[in-house]
Every structure is written in C-alpha cells, then in structure tokens.
C-alpha cells in the first residue's frame, strides 16, 4: 500500500488489547511510542489516543505518565467494580465514537488493536472514504478485521524493534546443532561438555505496574472484562 507524505493520519490505540497480545504471545511489553512513529511513516500525524483505564488505587500512574511522554493523548475511563468482584472498563464505544469524528479531519484512521467488535467502524470509515489501517498481532487478530482493513501491519513482523522484555529474546532463538566436543557459553557460564542440554533460561526481572483489569486477551476479540487481576508493564 502507498503511503504518502501528505496524507493526514489520526491513531486510535486499544490499549488493554494490545497489552495483553503482547504479554500472552511473547513474554513481552509493546513499545507504544516506537509503534505510533512506525505507523504514522512520515505522514503527518493529526493525534493519536490511547485508551485506558485508571483503578482507585492509582498503580497504573508511570504507565499513563510514559504515554503522555511520548506524545499520545489518554482518554482515560474509571474502572467500575461490581459487588460480584468484577472490574469493567470497557472503551470500544468511545473509541469508535473518536474514530468517526476525526474521520472528517484526516485522511487515514489506524486502529491499533486486534479485536473483532471493530470491524462494523472500519466499513463505516471506508464507506466515507477513509482509509483504514489496522495494527496488531496476527495470531491475535480477528479475521474478519485483518480482512476489512485496507492494509493490515503484523506487529510481530518488527518485534526486534517494538516488543521490549526477555520474552522477545527468547522467541528469536534456535538450538545449536554440535556434532563434536566443543565449548558452549550459556547462561548459567562456560561449558564444555556438548552431551547436555543447555539449562533453561533464567527470566529476567522486569518492572510491573498492576492494572486492575481485565483477564489474558482472547484471539481475535478485546480482552473479555472479567474479575482477574491484570498487570501492566511500564515502557518508558
């Protein structure tokens, strides 16, 4: 698909889907700054909205504080809690809400986000002659959404340069065939003996900020709100 420079991009970020695709299928945290500039690609970029939810507790404080750092708008929603337990958050209205009013704005709308509820706004959007990108993990996406979009961008295709934790380093490696006695370098030190296998990597520790959200992302669909306890890692 060609991108032009003139062209006027609004981006609109699900943030709790993202968040968790990232988690469940690496290990591993979304760098949301780096993914805006990758998307926007030289066009001009009108504004770009993460859409989030903020717990009574405040923990989820760094996380909204890198956001607004690297230039992305928050459109933040209280998390309700039921007596049942159950915490909701839900923000697919308001960012379809967003996405149709900007749509007399720019050019182009880029969802980020890989669930299915979306793909009602994406006709409505191309219907009005807007074009519509999405951006999300394909293992994660809804189909019919990869489908509708006007172009579709795989975040795991580039996830050496937008995925950041331990869990990335470990999806890119492969065995080592040794057919002979030779020294091997692995994690727990230097050993010489190529009859064993390499002990398991040791996690490395990261930072969280827990978010009292909702539970793991479910293929091709938001993450359901349900009353678990999700986490969310800080990228700053």
Same mark, same amino acid.
């Given at each position: 698909m060609i991108k032009r420079p003139e062209q006027r991009v609004a981006i609109f970020i699900d943030t709790q889907n993202m968040y968790h695709s990232a988690k469940h299928l690496f290990g591993a945290r979304l760098n949301f700054s780096k993914l805006v500039e990758t998307m926007t690609a030289g066009r001009t970029l009108v504004r770009a909205f993460a859409y989030v939810a903020r717990s009574k507790t405040g923990e989820e404080k760094a996380f909204l504080e890198a956001l607004q750092a690297a230039?992305?708008? /928050? &459109?933040?929603?209280?998390?309700?809690? +039921?007596?049942?337990?159950?915490?909701?958050?839900?923000?697919?209205? @308001?960012?379809? *809400?967003?996405?149709?009013?900007?749509?007399e704005r720019v050019d182009v709308i880029i969802l980020i986000t890989g669930d299915g509820d979306f793909v009602p706004l994406v006709e409505?959007?191309?219907?009005?002659?807007?074009?519509?990108?999405?951006?999300?993990?394909?293992?994660?996406?809804?189909?019919? /959404? &990869?489908?509708?979009?006007?172009?579709? +961008?795989?975040?795991?295709?580039?996830?050496?340069?937008?995925?950041? @934790?331990?869990? *990335?380093?470990?999806?890119?490696?492969?065995?080592?065939?040794?057919?002979?006695p030779a020294p091997r370098v692995t994690d727990e030190g230097l050993h010489m003996s190529p009859h064993k296998e390499a002990p398991t990597e040791r996690h490395e520790k990261e930072i969280e900020e827990d978010l009292q959200l909702n539970g793991p992302a479910k293929t091709g669909r938001r993450p359901a709100a349900s009353g678990g306890r999700r986490k969310i890692r800080v990228t700053i």
């Open positions: 230039g992305i708008e /928050l &459109r933040i929603k209280d998390v309700i809690e +039921f007596s049942s337990g159950e915490r909701k958050a839900d923000w697919d209205v @308001g960012m379809a *809400i967003d996405a149709v009013k900007f749509a409505y959007l191309k219907a009005k002659s807007i074009i519509v990108e999405v951006a999300a993990f394909g293992d994660s996406t809804a189909k019919a /959404l &990869r489908e509708s979009a006007d172009y579709f +961008f795989d975040i795991a295709d580039q996830r050496r340069t937008l995925l950041m @934790g331990s869990g *990335i380093l470990r999806s890119f490696r492969t065995p080592r065939p040794i057919s002979h």
